[in-house]
């Protein structure tokens, strides 16, 4: 089956690099309109000028309102829509038990993963969704549907995010589809420190036999944005190579 995107805009923040960038180039491919956003423009001109297909770049801090609104307004501009949020971004300033978190890095890390998402979906409603309609993909994580030491603040930000991404589902449909990937590890700059040094033996580990790639997480964000998966909203799309099912 072939998932083709012709015709539609996307918004995807934390485009720069890992799962974003993989997400924009498989988008642009399918014959989206791409808007790659996050918060260094240079970084972003780097990844735009790799990408076979038409994009434009927004410098925004995901967890700056302000910024998420000038960004969607800058989509809608330059494009005339936005058909699909991808809400990517996310921070992870600490690393440590949850009892232990300051305040400031705790509030970072929901500003960004969850209020920034919300805010985002927002806007996109707003400038365009209401009207036209759309799909949202928010990227969760498999550490929201369990325990790991030492990102549990970040992983409980995920499980919000889950439960949010229902939230938006049962107030926006039938216009606007909202759901979320939960990836398992993948071999991302994000989560290097999950991986680098033990990645090949916790890839054996599991059923599939490796880590996941940032085009893992692409795919399937292309499958949910695509009119395939036009009867498919609320849902949590797990991607972790069977880290699940093996317990890991």
Not at 11 to 32: D, H, N, P, Q, Y
Not at 97 to 106: E, K, Q
Request: with cysteine; hydrophobic share 50%; charged share 20%.
């Amino acid at each position: 089956m072939e998932l083709s995107l012709d015709g539609k805009v996307a918004l995807v923040t934390g485009a720069s690099k890992g799962i974003g960038r993989a997400i924009a180039e498989v988008f642009a491919a399918a014959g989206a309109q791409v808007m790659l956003s996050s918060r260094k423009d240079d970084a972003l001109r780097e990844a735009a000028a790799g990408i076979d297909g038409e994009t434009d770049v927004y410098a925004a801090n995901a967890g700056d309102p302000d910024a998420a609104a000038a960004c969607v307004a800058a989509t809608v501009a330059r494009f005339g829509a936005v058909d699909i949020l991808v809400n990517n971004a996310a921070a992870n300033p600490y690393f440590g038990r949850a009892i232990d978190i300051d305040l400031p890095r705790w509030d970072k890390t929901w500003q960004v993963n969850l209020r920034g998402m919300h805010v985002w979906t927002q806007e996109a409603w707003k400038a365009s969704m209401q009207e036209h309609g759309g799909s949202v993909i928010n990227l969760a994580s498999i550490g929201g549907m369990g325990i790991e030491p030492g990102i549990g603040v970040y992983n409980t930000t995920k499980a919000a995010v889950i439960h949010l991404t229902k939230v938006h589902a049962s107030e926006l449909g039938p216009g606007v589809r909202v759901n979320a990937i939960a990836p398992g590890l993948v071999k991302t700059d994000f989560a290097r420190a999950l991986w680098e040094e033990h990645g090949d033996a916790i890839g054996r580990r599991l059923p599939s036999g490796r880590l996941g790639e940032p085009v893992d997480i692409a795919n399937a964000a292309l499958f949910l944005a695509s009119d395939a998966a036009s009867w498919i909203t609320g849902h949590t799309l797990v991607v972790d190579g069977g880290a699940l099912v093996a317990g890991r």
